[in-house]
């Protein structure tokens, strides 16, 4: 009986440690942690969202672009300072280095989400793919944060 | 580069500080710059999200936060008005309802009255958003030698949108900026400083 226990626990961690990679990862060396997408008004038809992409394989990796349901466009944008003042342009890609890490963070990389179909509320779920220049697509949960 | 641009910016700001009044002493702290008491009051009107008028010389005796932004903007305005609510909530009752925090619209063109009352509301703190004719804004933009720029975005999905200077201008009691807070400044150093004016 405590055998049979311990192989069912085994299983369900086994298949949930699955769905986790599937859902998280399409390649296994592309990880993406802490994906959020700041909350705004309602009247907002925009928004932006930020994660940290490691890459764990010997080759530089490099997101091309990203979509979401939740938006009619999704485009990469970086902020930077430029004559003192920040500046919002859109980047062609982002290089994540072999073995390396990219965070995207306010005043840096955004995924700009356009024209919203619906109000980010606090606490949703935002699903958001991103799309690799060797064609690989990892979908991620990005979490509506406000404060 | 960029942090180049920031400190020749910084440099430009404090020749301009000394050269207003012939100052004494800046101190640049961990958190902010500290500008001394040595700023004249920079007074301006506008009006507000309710359509009053505002004039800044009406609130001597609170303490200021003076913001110049635009509610379509992406990333630098939320972020900043997401980390005045972590100093907001940092601080007791009695600093709290001292602490009126000004978001001057650069973008009066989008930015209605009502669209800057929602806008902040959000935010769940004290603020007040104020509009005028691009002739008043500019202004005052100038008054706090802040700056913006309208950029036209061919290539993204986006409408115009704005490069402007993201800076907290903290004004004391008496009407004069007494602080430059940026971005990297922590809500924790920030709520302190503010506690002791
Ligand atoms: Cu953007």
Redesign the interface.
């Known amino acids: 009986m405590k055998t049979k226990n311990l192989c069912c626990f085994i299983f369900i961690f086994f298949v949930s440690f699955l769905s986790y990679a599937r859902a998280d990862g399409l390649s296994k060396d592309i990880f993406i942690s802490n994906a959020w997408v700041?909350a705004?008004?309602s009247?907002?038809k925009?928004?932006?969202a930020y994660m940290v992409i490691t890459n764990n394989s010997p080759k530089e990796a490099i997101l091309v672009s990203a979509s979401s349901d939740i938006a009619?466009?999704a485009?990469i944008?970086q902020?930077?300072?430029?004559?003192?003042?920040?500046?919002?342009a859109?980047a062609a890609n982002v290089h994540v280095p072999a073995q390396g890490k990219v965070t995207l963070q306010?005043?840096g990389f955004?995924i700009?989400l356009?024209?919203l179909k619906k109000p980010l509320n606090k606490g949703d779920i935002i699903p958001i793919t991103l799309h690799f220049q060797d064609g690989s697509n990892i979908t991620v949960n990005a979490d509506v944060r406000?404060? | 580069m960029f942090v180049a641009n920031k400190i020749i910016f910084l440099i430009v700001l404090l020749g301009v500080c000394f050269s207003w009044v012939g100052c004494e002493s800046q101190e640049k702290t961990s958190t902010g710059m500290d500008l001394g008491v040595i700023n004249p009051q920079r007074d301006f009107t506008l009006h507000d999200q309710d359509g009053k008028i505002f004039h800044l010389k009406d609130h001597r005796g609170e303490v200021i936060l003076l913001f110049f932004g635009y509610t379509s903007c992406p990333d630098v305005c939320p972020t900043t008005l997401s980390k005045l609510a972590r100093v907001y909530s940092l601080l007791g009752m009695g600093t709290r309802q001292k602490l009126l925090t000004l978001f001057v619209t650069i973008d009066p063109q989008r930015d209605t009255p009502q669209k800057l009352k929602e806008y902040l509301q959000y935010f769940n703190i004290n603020a007040v958003g104020l509009s005028g004719t691009k002739q008043e804004i500019d202004k005052v933009v100038d008054a706090y030698k802040a700056m913006y720029e309208k950029v036209d975005t061919n290539s993204s999905a986006l409408g115009y949108m704005f490069d402007h200077t993201d800076y907290l201008y903290l004004i004391d009691k008496e009407g004069k900026t007494s602080y430059l807070f940026h971005p990297e400044d922590k809500a924790q150093d920030m709520a302190q400083i503010i506690k002791g004016l």
Do not use: D, V
Request: net charge negative; aromatic share 0%; no cysteine.
């Open positions: 700041q705004m008004p009247s907002q925009i928004s932006a009619a466009t485009e944008h902020m930077s300072e430029m004559n003192g003042m920040m500046n919002m859109m306010p005043g955004h700009m356009i024209n406000g404060q």
